[in-house]
């Protein structure tokens, strides 16, 4: 089993910047990949980035450029530096993990984008 807590979510006018980090409680060593979701009201989740065990990365076509995605195993946590934040970025962001044939979620963390 394996608990992830996410936190950095923030109220933040559009242009502006926020790190999310996620936060496992175990070695995310072996945990691949790793990833970051995200909710808009009344939208699906929608896959934002995911970063394998060895470091590669895949970004959805609409956030390439403007967030980055990076692991650091030693903390066992997980980030998602995002850069101009536009108001579509609104939504509740959840960080994923797998492992084998078991996947895990956190309990999500707020974004606003507004002004």
């Known amino acids: 089993q394996v608990q992830l807590v996410e936190s950095g979510g923030d109220l933040v006018q559009p242009g502006g910047s926020l790190r999310l980090s996620c936060a496992a409680s175990r070695t995310i060593f072996r945990l691949n990949p790793m990833g970051w979701y995200r909710q808009a009201p009344g939208k699906e989740r929608e896959l934002v980035a995911v970063?394998?065990?060895?470091?590669?990365?895949n970004y959805a076509a609409s956030v390439k450029g403007r967030f980055t995605i990076s692991r650091d195993n030693a903390k066992n946590t997980v980030y998602l530096q995002m850069n101009s934040l536009k108001p579509e970025d609104t939504a509740v962001y959840y960080c994923?993990?797998?492992?084998?044939?078991?996947?895990?979620w956190g309990q999500g963390t707020q974004v606003t984008v507004s002004s």
């Open positions: 970063i394998t065990s060895g470091g590669n990365t």
């Open positions: 994923n993990a797998r492992f084998g044939i078991h996947e895990y």
